[in-house]
């Protein structure tokens, strides 16, 4: 027996408790120990039923992902043949769902001949989310179970579902609210003696075949890219069109495919890698927080205004600061006609909106931020500006309250230098629009405490974000990096290629929007400033002058309607326009180049080499702890395809010594804005990864 299994019995009833923390998965371990235990029952005279439960909180979160890429012991059953047998058993097995049943879990719970849950159990097939389907007959007993719909919705979208509902689709027998074990075991007696109930027997039948391509149909504009949505909807119209069996192979034959495919192992390295960022040197359970009971952003603009949605979207009062009592108005009235506009596509009711806009309050007084746990100053890049208000808060705010910087790009550590309490100063970076993008880089400055960091750790995980530890540095983590490879794609509009192109490219490996559509929205003149002011840092670098000639034609992007593309009215996707293109052909003339063709292979290939390249230069210097933490930063805050599973792990996929070879390549073209990392010149020496490394 292995202790990630304990067996107790009570009666004619044995009970199986799997005890296998923190998520009860069915590893290796767990899978045995079930298997071998199933098979002592169906011989054991004494014992008239069995129940599988789980310890703790949770039931089962499903396989252990962990061993996916491990050679299976051969003592080891396959989970859907442990699954079978425990279906197949002549005496009656009960499956208590005393928490959360995922994935495995849940399959493990329909092989079972009866289901009861906890009041507060929550069943799930969420192997979607992981670029797979339920590979251990979930496709085949869910919609034996629930319907075509239902297991569609379930399997499909991969949200669990409570007990409650769970209890009305059919899905489970009972719900069980006092003390869950002794409830199970009564009810274990009431059904002994009643025979099995096999799902896989039940038959099925379809009233509406349209439904799969209806499906198909729905998941179209949230599937790019992605091959698991679609092959769920087959395995479960399979389920419809064939015996049971066949439709266990099939689905076997696809779960194996998907789970060894590139797509899948990315959305896995995603998986652990958001469980990672949480992890920080020097944090745990114990470190002191203070708790966020009320804020502050000072700065009434378009993103001061989203981060304070973010507090009051939290139940947290905030107050908003502006120099004029126009610019808080103003501030305030965009806020409300951002929710309105909620209310009206029905996400939240009018109610919802009248509790959130009593927590936001304006001021100009900074005396009235005296008492708030923390204040995150949101205004124009400016160091002085900033360093001024610094110096406020300072004066007003209550001594253990922390002075937070949502600047994207400037030196948190000299702001700090202007306040007596650089132990409280960080830098909390939202991206826009704020209260949207789930993306925020916590930035640690050479002075922040632990008790700081861990408060604004918590703070991301209260306002729903996935908050990023990163260190000081040009652009932090993700502007960084994205400055760098919006450079490369600029600089190869000026030898020959042209933005639509670019983005064409860009857009088909399964970004949103390719860099100069992203440059239209984010701001031509916004790209321009930042620009001057990276001329301090390098000026002595190629520079980009198309990107200089387009700022001084007056088009700003999307808001004049014209930047790099033309906007029509009302639309927000932009078409080529023939006068930048003119603009395109005299700065490539000026600057001396013969314009040249760019296959699409190449400009990704140069796009990337400059993302990843830059990205193991910020490892280098420490400000990001992890290639993984990289990765969370591009999939949630620019849209990297989660199935690509982010730059340093694509990087791993393409192989480091081929990158590195390019990055040498490239470097001639551009200089030291491709200067060969030499962390990436020896892991890619080392046979070493990007993906996996850390700086501890
Ligand atoms: C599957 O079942 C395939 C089958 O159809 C077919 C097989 C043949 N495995 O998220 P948390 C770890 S695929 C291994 O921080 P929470 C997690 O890494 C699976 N480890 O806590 C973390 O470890 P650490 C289908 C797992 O309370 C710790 O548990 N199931 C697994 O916020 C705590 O996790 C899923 O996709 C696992 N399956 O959320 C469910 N699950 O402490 C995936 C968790 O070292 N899991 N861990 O960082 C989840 O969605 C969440 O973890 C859960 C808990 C909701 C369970």
């Known amino acids: 027996m292995t202790e990630v299994i304990k067996f107790d019995k009570e009666d004619r009833i044995g009970l199986i408790t799997i005890d296998n923390p923190p998520a009860n998965a069915l590893s290796f371990a767990v899978v045995k120990g079930i298997a071998n235990t199933v098979a002592n029952f169906v011989e054991d005279t004494e014992l008239s039923a069995l129940i599988i439960s789980g310890a703790g909180k949770m039931f089962v979160a499903g396989a252990d992902i962990r061993e996916f890429n491990m050679a299976r012991p051969k003592d080891v059953p396959e989970l859907h043949n442990l699954i079978n047998s425990i279906e197949e058993s002549p005496k009656p097995i009960i499956a208590a769902l005393n928490g959360l049943a995922l994935g495995g879990g849940l399959e493990l719970a329909m092989g079972c001949h009866f289901r009861v849950a906890h009041e507060k159990a929550l069943l799930g097939q969420p192997e979607v989310k992981l670029g797979i389907i339920p590979g251990a007959g979930g496709t085949q007993r869910l919609p034996r179970l629930v319907g075509a719909e239902m297991a569609l919705k379930m399997i499909v979208g991969g949200e669990p579902i409570a007990a409650k509902e769970a ?7 009972e ?4 003390d869950f074990i002794s409830d199970s075991i009564a009810f274990a007696k009431k059904v002994m003696s009643g025979g ?3 799902t896989g027997k039940i038959k099925l039948e379809i009233t509406d075949s349209t439904i799969f391509d209806k499906w198909r149909d729905k998941i179209k504009p949230k599937s790019r890219g992605l091959d698991a949505p679609y092959e769920c909807v087959s395995c479960v119209e399979a389920a419809f069109n064939n015996s049971f069996e066949k439709g266990l ?6 779960f194996v495919n998907l789970r060894d495919g590139e797509k899948s192992k990315a959305m896995r390295h995603m998986f652990f890698a958001e469980r990672e960022i949480n992890k920080v040197p020097g944090l745990s359970r114990n470190t002191e927080t203070l708790d966020i009971n009320s804020a502050a952003v000072v700065g009434a603009g378009t993103m001061g205004g989203g981060i304070a949605m973010n507090f009051a979207n939290a139940s947290i009062p905030v107050k908003i600061l502006d120099i004029t009592k126009d610019a808080v108005e103003t501030g305030i ?3 409300r006609k951002n929710y309105n506009r909620s209310v009206a596509s029905g996400r939240f009711t009018q109610e919802t909106v009248e509790k959130r806009m009593e927590l936001i309050t304006g001021t100009t007084d900074y005396q009235d931020l005296s008492q708030v746990d923390i204040v995150i100053e949101a205004v124009f890049e400016d160091m002085e500006l900033k360093k001024g208000i610094f110096l406020e808060l300072e004066k007003v705010c209550k001594s253990e309250a922390i002075l937070a910087s949502n600047t994207s790009s400037l030196d948190i550590n000299e702001i700090a230098t202007v306040t007596n309490r650089p132990d409280k100063v960080c830098g909390t970076h939202f991206f826009s629009p704020a209260n949207v993008m789930k993306l925020m880089e916590n930035v640690r400055a050479k002075d922040t405490s632990i008790e700081t960091v861990a408060t604004i750790m918590r703070l991301s995980k209260t306002l729903k974000k996935t908050g990023v530890l990163v260190g000081v540095g040009d652009g932090f983590v993700g502007n960084r990096m994205m400055h760098v490879a ?11 290629a042209l933005p639509w192109q670019i983005d064409e490219v860009i857009y088909n490996f399964g970004f949103p929007m390719g860099p100069f559509a992203m440059n239209d929205l984010a701001g031509v003149d916004v790209r321009y400033s930042i620009r001057q002011e990276q001329k301090k840092l390098y000026g002595d670098r190629r520079q980009s002058i198309i990107l200089e000639n387009l700022y001084q034609t007056g088009r700003f992007g999307q808001k004049t309607n014209g930047g790099w593309y033309t906007y029509d009215k009302g639309e927000r996707k932009g078409r080529p326009e023939p006068e930048v293109e003119t603009l395109i052909v005299e700065t490539s003339k000026k600057l001396g180049f013969k314009r040249r063709k760019f296959s699409d292979q190449e400009i990704l290939d140069r796009y990337l080499a400059a993302l990843i390249n830059t990205g193991a230069h910020v490892l280098e210097e420490g400000l990001a702890m992890r290639g993984s933490d990289i990765d969370v930063i591009w999939n949630y805050g620019y849209g990297f395809p989660r199935y690509r ?4 792990f694509y990087a791993d996929q393409v192989g480091l010594d081929k990158i590195y070879k390019s990055v040498c390549n490239y470097n001639t073209d551009y200089g030291d804005w491709l200067r060969p990392s030499i962390l990436l010149e020896r892991l890619a020496s080392e046979g070493g990864s990007l ?4 700086i501890d």
């Open 167 to 173: 209890l009305g689709v059919g899905l489970v027998d």
């Open 175 to 178: 719900i069980l609210t006092e």
């Open 196 to 198: 099995t109930r096999p």
């Open 249 to 254: 192979e099939l689905e076997r034959k696809i």
């Open 333 to 335: 009235e965009i806020i």
């Open 486 to 496: 919006a450079r490369v794609a600029e600089f190869m509009v000026e030898e020959g």
């Open 645 to 648: 599973g982010g730059p340093m």
């Open 691 to 694: 993906g996996k490394y850390s």
